[in-house]
Nanobody
Framework: QVQLVESGGGLVQPGGSLRLSCAAS????????MGWYRQAPGKERELVAA???????NYADSVKGRFTISRDNAKRTLYLQMNTLKPEDTAVYYC????????WGQGTQVTVSS
């Protein structure tokens, strides 16, 4: 089972940028789908962006044009570049591999505030 560890969260002003990274303990080359999810206080976890093994991507409408997901199979790392951040992007961000593989990181806090 691959272990996932996120990094790169923090406090940023509205309009700023952050780049999240998710390091995997093993090879992700054969994993067909990986994604970034987020959970804000009092809300359910939601999919932010997903990427397939061959690089096809999908984004939540709320982040289209601002966020970019990518993966480097050689480095066993998933990324999320977040630009033009808004206060409503504040949440704990998780990288994950959905069921049936079902592996999740511990999350990294992103706070967008002036």
């Amino acid at each position: 089972q691959v272990q996932l560890v996120e990094s790169g969260g923090g406090l940023v002003q509205p309009g700023g940028s952050l780049r999240l990274s998710c390091a995997a303990s093993g090879s992700i080359f054969s994993i067909s789908l990986m994604g970034w999810y987020r959970q804000a206080p009092g809300k359910e976890r939601e999919l932010v962006a997903a990427i397939t093994r061959v690089g096809s991507t999908n984004y939540a409408d709320s982040v289209k044009g601002r966020f970019t997901i990518s993966r480097d199979n050689a480095k066993r790392t998933l990324y999320l570049q977040m630009n033009t951040l808004k206060p409503e992007d504040t949440a704990v961000y998780y990288c994950g591999i959905p069921p049936p593989y079902n592996a999740w990181g511990q999350g990294t806090q992103v706070t967008v505030s002036s």
